[in-house]
Each structure stands twice: as C-alpha cells, then as structure tokens.
Nanobody
Framework: VQLVESGGGLVHPGGSLRLSCAASGFTFSNAVMRWVRQAPGKGLEWVSDIVAGGETTYYAASVKGRFTISRDDVKNMLYLEMNSLKPEDTARYYC??????WGQGTQVTVSS
C-alpha cells in the first residue's frame, strides 16, 4: 500500500488549496478513505471520510462547509478541496486508509 500526498503550501487566510493523494497497491475503489491532520504541537484530528463509490461523505464540524472530499476511482486519487482557510487549519494533512496505512503527509500553512 502506498499513499502519496501533494498540494500543500503556504496560503493567506481566506485562500484555497487542493490536496491530492495518489494511492497504489490495493483496490482503491473498494476502500473507505479519509483525511486526518495534525497541527503543530497537537494530536491527530480527523477531517473527513469518503465511502467506497463516493456517494457519502463525512466532515468534522471544524471544516464542514469549507472542505470537500472527493475521489477518482479511475485514477486512484483522493482529493481535499479546502476553501476559506483559517490559521487554525495549519497542519500536516495525511491521506489514510483503514487507519493502518498513512501517507507521509503534506504541510498546509495558513498565515498572513
């Protein structure tokens, strides 16, 4: 199993970013996928889930209405569209499968 995130960076408050996760080594279309983040000096925080097929999504209250999770089962890609970013969204964002398989993460910094 390999999960490789990309798309992080430095953005001003109110800005947007789109994170991507390239998945390989398993049947991606059958997997529930999630995004988890860790802010500096803090614990892990679940962000969002998307079920196999993509029909149902779940969001943490802190990001609901601002973030959108999606997947492309042809390309084996997971995405997180992040809008109206706030400084408190600053964290390392991880693509996760089953809580057993994690990518290396991509850093998102929201700062003026």
């Amino acid at each position: 199993v390999q999960l490789v995130e990309s798309g992080g960076g430095l953005v001003h408050p109110g800005g947007s970013l789109r994170l991507s996760c390239a998945a390989s080594g398993f049947t991606f279309s059958n997997a529930v996928m999630r995004w988890v983040r860790q802010a500096p000096g803090k614990g892990l925080e679940w962000v969002s889930d998307i079920v196999a097929g993509g029909e149902t999504t779940y969001y943490a209250a802190s990001v609901k209405g601002r973030f959108t999770i999606s997947r492309d089962d042809v390309k084996n890609m997971l995405y997180l569209e992040m809008n109206s970013l706030k400084p408190e969204d600053t964290a390392r964002y991880y693509c996760v499968r089953d809580l057993n398989y994690w990518g290396q993460g991509t850093q998102v910094t929201v700062s003026s």
